[in-house]
């Protein structure tokens, strides 16, 4: 086990490792571990992780952690004093989710470099180096706690015990940061609002032993630290790890040990005096060496958070190429049945009239208002009610996009409370009833819009994946999704079926699964449906939890996390449709009505070129989102207007865009310059930034 090397007054210190093997061990303090060199497998709890060179991953308090690789390894090991933090940040729970080989975030950069600077000072922390040392480990601190942070009101817990699991882990937390003063049974219960009695019986059920044992268990595994790594006295040593005297730590060390602490002691170092110093001095030289040679190429030029106040580019406007404006092919609106109000037709033709949108996605196709009949058995069904919503939108020139699955109807306060839901009854018999409709009504559409017009429309089928704990793909799905694609590839092979609807914010599991199973099948889709919104899920010791990311290229870094699967499966050729994005699935977060939405819709659509060939943003109209609580006219509806028309700067973002000229000039982080090839140019940029974990 490797040497504790915080001294009790530090916030934070670093060593390297250069040993191929590190043996399960844990600790109270927090580790980042930062892989320099070789490919190790990284196993935290019961996980194992493949890391390679410049991978991040941090190890809460008291997690049981190793490492081994086959080839060499350079790893920075940064230790993090739990106790001090949670003084610092007044808690005494703290657990952070930081783990570059699950998840990207353009914070892993800047942790990186911060990192970096604090290895070029390894030769000077013993010196007037500590103070530059501390200035780079609070900016160090700030990263990680801004970026990674879980809060305990973040957790969503998917067992029915883990409120119970959330009990115990508030009291090892509490007696984890206070071990080092005198603390008593009553003092944690009047902290958790619980009887003495009660608490008592509770932790020796469910720790397997009393409060005083655990507490002194805790202050001698950190006091054997101090013995073995210190020159402090047995006394110094008793009273800084919350023992009252000498005597007290003599008579549990004892227990433990067989032996006073200064036997204990005497017995260790005569064992470390036959240590081999020519072996110690050899492996200090090759560490020594080993991070001369990785630091001779690393830029450790100071520009962490750092901007030019005066920038400039030369561009040559006659290079140029043609692009496709993606982001305003499809705008999400809702429940089919909207489309049967005056005001939500107003403002759709509005969306496309201004800005473009050439797509209305819809959802909800077989709801009550539009009277379809669909378990007829004598082919009676009543298409009346959807045709006036069809033909409006043909009419205009607008295509539907049609969403044939059950989703259910939810208004999202947070990502845990909704304010409605509603799930959606499948009103079909069983297949062969859904067989049926479907067939009668691909002749209905064919025989009224005709072949050629339905040939420009798409038909999705959602597979059941939702914000829900299960996170599953429905076992239906691939049955339903067949018979609509055999259905209405009979009438032409043009017409455009495909679908998924999988949220790729939680990783890429369900969708290597989803295109596994579609590789089998002879009934590829035409088009991948993709959900992105910037949650992350994670886990420890068996609790889930669910946090807003901190990732500010979170949808770029997605969306290419999808395409990598996409492209190296059978279905590397299928276009790939993010048919709903936004920062959030809140519609009662005020930031949707706000400057900042419009800033972030801009930069992601310009970040996002090349990735997609649908961007469709969620959603449209506020209306959307209306209920008894939408009295006011912002209510924070994701809406690009509000349920009375009023243009959100989210509006504007996308007549913004929709300035832009036909080729494309330039395009980085901050902007786009296009020209209409006529010597007219058109420039759109923006000044988003990210929010951290205040938010």
């Known amino acids: 086990m490797r040497k504790i090397i915080l001294n009790g007054t530090q916030i934070m210190n670093f060593e390297f490792q250069i040993d191929r093997m590190e043996q ?37 308090a008291n997690k049981k952690h190793s490492y081994r690789c086959k080839e060499d390894v350079l790893i920075g090991c940064f230790e993090i004093d739990f106790r001090l933090l949670c003084e610092m940040l007044d808690t005494n729970q703290l657990l952070f989710w930081c783990n570059s080989i699950a998840s990207k975030n353009a914070a892993y950069d800047d942790m990186r470099h911060v990192m970096k600077q604090i290895f070029a000072q390894y030769y000077e922390r013993e010196s007037g180096g500590k103070i ?150 050899s492996q200090k030289r090759i560490v020594e060496k080993r991070i001369n040679e990785y630091m001779e190429n690393q830029d450790l030029s100071d520009s962490f958070g750092n901007r030019r106040n005066d920038d400039f580019i030369i561009l040559d406007v006659q290079q140029r190429e043609e692009y496709d404006p993606y982001w305003r092919r499809m705008i999400n609106l809702g429940v089919t049945s909207d489309l049967l109000r005056s005001d939500v037709q107003e403002q759709v033709l509005m969306l496309t009239k201004e800005l473009g949108f050439q797509y209305i996605r819809l959802w909800d196709l077989f709801g009550e208002k539009l009277l379809l009949n669909e378990t007829s058995k004598t082919g009676e069904y009543h298409f009346g009610t959807l045709d006036k919503i069809l033909d409006f939108l043909t009419e205009n020139g607008i295509r539907p996009y049609l969403e044939l699955g059950y989703k259910p109807h939810n208004i999202h306060e947070t990502l845990q409370k909704m304010v409605v839901h509603k799930e959606h009854v499948i009103p079909f018999g069983g297949q062969d009833s859904y067989s049926r409709f479907l067939s009668a009504f ?161 930069q992601n659509v310009i970040d996002c070129f090349g990735k997609t060939n649908i961007l469709g943003y969620w959603v449209g109209l506020d209306i959307f989102a209306e209920y008894k609580d939408t009295h006011d006219i912002l209510f924070g509806g994701c809406g690009l207007l509000t349920a009375q028309g009023i243009k959100k700067p989210a509006y504007y973002a996308y007549r913004f865009l929709n300035q832009l000229g036909k080729y494309l000039i330039h395009r980085d982080e901050y902007g786009i310059v296009t020209t209409n090839g006529n010597n007219n140019y058109s420039l759109v940029c923006h000044n988003y930034h990210h929010l951290n974990y205040k938010y």
């Open 132 to 281: 530059v040392l501390q200035s780079l480990y609070y900016k160090l601190l700030q990263i990680l706690v801004g970026n990674f942070i879980i809060r305990s009101d973040d957790k969503r817990f998917e067992e029915q015990n883990n409120s119970e699991e959330n009990r115990i882990s508030e009291i090892i937390n509490y007696i984890h940061a206070n071990y080092q003063r005198k603390i008593s049974l009553g003092e944690l219960a009047d902290y958790l609002y619980l009887s003495v009695p009660y608490l008592s019986k509770y932790i020796k059920r469910n720790l397997g032993m009393n409060f005083l044992d655990y507490v002194n268990n805790i202050r001698l595994f950190h006091a054997v630290d101090d013995l073995l790594y210190t020159s402090q006295s047995v006394m110094t040593i008793a009273l800084e790890n919350g023992f009252a005297n000498t005597a007290a730590f003599n008579d549990v060390f004892k227990k433990a040990y067989n032996m006073t602490p200064s036997e204990y002691r005497n017995q260790m170092n005569i064992a470390d005096k036959n240590i081999d110093t020519v072996e110690q001095d």
């Open 442 to 602: 691909a002749v209905h559409l064919v025989n009224r819009y005709g072949l050629e017009e339905v040939e420009n429309w798409y038909f999705e089928q959602w597979c059941g994946e939702d914000f829900g704990a299960d996170q599953k793909i429905n076992d239906t799905f691939f049955a339903v999704y067949e018979q609509l694609y055999q259905i209405m590839k009979k009438h032409s092979e043009k017409i455009r079926v495909g679908g998924g609807g999988i949220g790729i914010q939680y990783g890429n599991e369900n969708l290597t699964n989803l295109i596994k199973r579609w590789e089998q099948s002879k009934c590829h889709p035409d088009f991948l449906s993709l959900y992105c919104y910037p949650y992350v899920r994670g886990a420890e010791d068996g609790v889930a939890f669910a946090r807003q990311s901190s990732d500010r290229e979170f949808l770029t870094n997605q969306l290419e996390m999808a395409e990598g699967v996409v492209r190296n499966s059978g279905l590397k050729d299928v276009e790939i449709h993010v048919t709903e994005w936004s920062n959030t699935i809140s519609n009662r977060n005020i930031l949707n009505d706000s400057c900042f939405k419009g800033a972030y819709i801009v």
């Open 24 to 60: 399960t061990h844990f600790h109270q303090s927090i580790e980042i571990m930062y892989v320099l060199e070789g490919n190790p497998e990284v196993t935290v709890y019961n996980t194992t992780y493949q890391a390679h060179p410049e991978d991040i991953i941090v190890i809460n």
